[in-house]
């Protein structure tokens, strides 16, 4: 067993798709790996009327159905589920938070868990302000037990809905909580490809001399995903990617890609450099949101269930950015996601300024293609460069070919986790290093909510795209300057 200290991890959002599909699935594995601290319980506080047992039972269904491979029986499991309890309690009154310190107080007395505690906030963001404020009411956000206990909150997305409401969250938290104790999630962190960017930014000398606008013509990121709504469509009608996919996951790796290297890997010092990128975003104003932005709705979105027949929230969403700084002024940034493109697809594509084309000016265009280096996120997980060869044979062609690394190839035998499995474990030990801190999300609101409040004012301006497709054409004409968006 590891020498973690013991915590209780207490549960808002216990019926909800996150706890079923990602948290109880990815606390599971982590304590099949043995790496949850020894003494560790689950307290959900819920308004339902249920036992630990009614609530185990839910639970051992939940990781049957989303992570069917672990077994949901032996020494092991039984170990897992015991540790399972509930706390019945509304979300706005305060009796229901003097019952959860009571339960807190006496599971600390029977597990050794010394008032070491981890919220989570799996619940609608409309619910936040209620229980960051009574858990701060009801003294269970301060650690009790002396120096070395502590009290830590993670709070999942979205976090606010444009710039006002997301300082507006910020402030509730940090009237009840430190910014050390915040654990805004962003599960694209969590990723192994998303935070091997770093490290190969910073771990290989062989690029960092060239990733800056003198050898890199063009930066695009894409986040498709080949799903639509499944189930989601209340949720999304009123969200949209911009805000579900673009604020965080898609900015998040563009901070890592644009950053200056951190003088530490610690939290704050990596954290640092991402938010002076984001600042360095050029803002898009609203007379330039029409020529910098697309934003698209697959056909048939309106008849999707919980979809509003008049919809025009945005299906798709591309943008065309500028890092106004030394290493970057002059490189255009694309970014787009999308849903029910072709295919699932994840990646960062680098593409390097072109060569002079005197050695090859006879060459067809195509053949003699700049250098692109591709970070794939997901699937496919791994690394892709596009070189120039000579082809086989007796005159002189050239042709694109492909060096690459991949995942699977290279740690054939490594468990990638869930990027659930490693948030919870790092909020459990502390280390906020893949969280988003709160001036992050502020700097990624600051950008988007002018586009936001443009594309308000003009609904009429959406794009239609065909399910299956790369989204509206209009997309094409958003890159200019011969660059074309890359089929992944
Ligand atoms: C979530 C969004 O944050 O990310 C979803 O709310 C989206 O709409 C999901 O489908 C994508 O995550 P992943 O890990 O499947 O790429």
Redesign the pocket.
Known sequence: MNKLAPCVFVLFGATGDLTKRKLAPALYALHRENLLPEKFAIVAYARRDKTDETFRTDMKAAIEEFAPKMPTTGKVWENFISRFYYQRGEFDQAEGYTGLRDRLNELDVEQGTPCNRLFYLAIPPEQYEAVITHLGDSGLSYPTNGEDTWARVIVE??FGTDLETSRQLNRTLLERFTENQIYRI???LG?ETVQNILVFRFANELFEPLWNHKYIDSVQIT?A?Q?GL?G?GN??DE?G?TR??VQ??ALQILSLVAMEPPVSLDADAVRDEKVKALRAIRPILREEVAHSTVRGQYAGYRQEEGVKQDSTTETYAAMKLYVDNWRWGGTPFFVRAG?AMPR?V?EVAVQFRAIPQVLFAKMKRENVSPNVLVLR??PDEGIYLLIGAKEPGPSMNLKPVDLHFTYKDAFPKAHIAD?YERLILDAIRGDASLFARGDEVEAAWGLLTPILEAWKSRPGEIQPYFTGTWGPERAAALLGDGHQWREP
């Open positions: 997305k979205p962003d599960h694209y990723k986040v995903e799903i499944e989601r949720f999304f969200t990617m579900d996919v965080n996951h849903k699932r994840t996120i997901q990027a």
